[in-house]
């Protein structure tokens, strides 16, 4: 194992580690999530450049003996200042980030997993403050197609109804059990199914796949963004396990 190498990477995080140093969460683009630790006190210029959304080339060196990893150095070459100037901007790329680390990288394809959240990020720098919760959402809804895990919006094939073609101006509900898509919610059924209706509906299947940039462009009434938000943060949920504090920005 090589013990000092470098690599395309996005800070995700970083926290205190004793009293000067810091620990960082980067996504790699071949080595996925990587812990590692930064040395220097507040004025250190590894320090201002490990900071959370800067992406770049890394460099680390890693002790086999300790099982650690430390910052050698990182040429930052997108700093992204935008996301520290509006408050929905920070939040929505802080809930990214959170995603990401939560979902462990996507676990595999690291440089789609990179380009992905780094697209976001760029996009969430340039965001107003509506259009920082689309983009959001927009995020979210690729990531799980990413993991292989987003629901099928053109059908809505459940055992509760048959095969069956959801119609665009038909309401669908969503499984949070099934992690799919129904045109028919049982009776009895509680908090499982999450309502979808045609204007939401409409707009995942018309933003799904598109660059995150597209975002900024491309609004949402409020009442289908809220929905959508809910069951795409539903969906995610139940993809990770637990859903995440950050979302609720």
């Known amino acids: 194992m ?14 205190p580690s004793g009293e000067s140093n810091r620990e960082a969460w980067f ?18 210029r590894l320090r201002s450049h490990v900071s959370p959304f800067h992406s770049g080339t890394l460099w680390v060196y890693r002790d086999p003996v300790r099982d650690s990893c430390k910052v050698s150095d990182f040429d930052v070459r997108s700093w992204r200042p935008g996301l520290r ?4 901007r920070t939040m929505a790329a802080d809930a990214v980030a959170d995603t990401v680390l ?7 394809g690291w440089d789609r997993a990179l380009s992905l959240a780094g697209a976001g990020l ?11 919760g689309r983009v959001f959402v927009h995020f979210l809804w690729n990531w799980a197609a990413f993991l292989g895990l987003r629901p099928d919006l053109a059908e809505a094939d459940r055992p509760y109804t048959g095969p ?12 949070r059990l099934e992690g799919a898509f129904t045109r028919t919610a049982p009776a009895g059924s509680g908090n499982r199914f999450l309502p979808l209706a045609p204007g939401a509906r409409r707009w995942l299947l018309a933003v799904q796949d598109l660059a995150p940039e597209r975002m900024l ?15 795409v943060t539903a969906l995610m ?13």
């Open 237 to 249: 949920a139940e993809i990770i396990g637990r859903e995440l504090p950050t979302w609720n920005f």
């Open 85 to 88: 100037e509006l408050y929905e």
């Open 27 to 44: 996504l790699c683009a071949d080595q996925g999530i990587l812990r590692a630790t930064v040395f220097g006190g507040p004025k250190s």
């Open 102 to 108: 939560a979902s462990h990288g996507g676990g595999g």
């Open 217 to 231: 462009r491309i609004s949402a009434d409020p009442l289908s963004l809220a929905q959508a938000r809910t069951v």
């Open 122 to 132: 760029d996009a969430l720098a340039e965001a107003g403050a509506e259009a920082s």
């Open 2 to 15: 090589l013990r000092s190498f470098s690599c395309e990477a996005l800070v995700l995080k970083t926290s």
């Open 164 to 175: 069956c073609e959801a119609l665009p101006d038909g309401l669908v509900w969503f499984d």
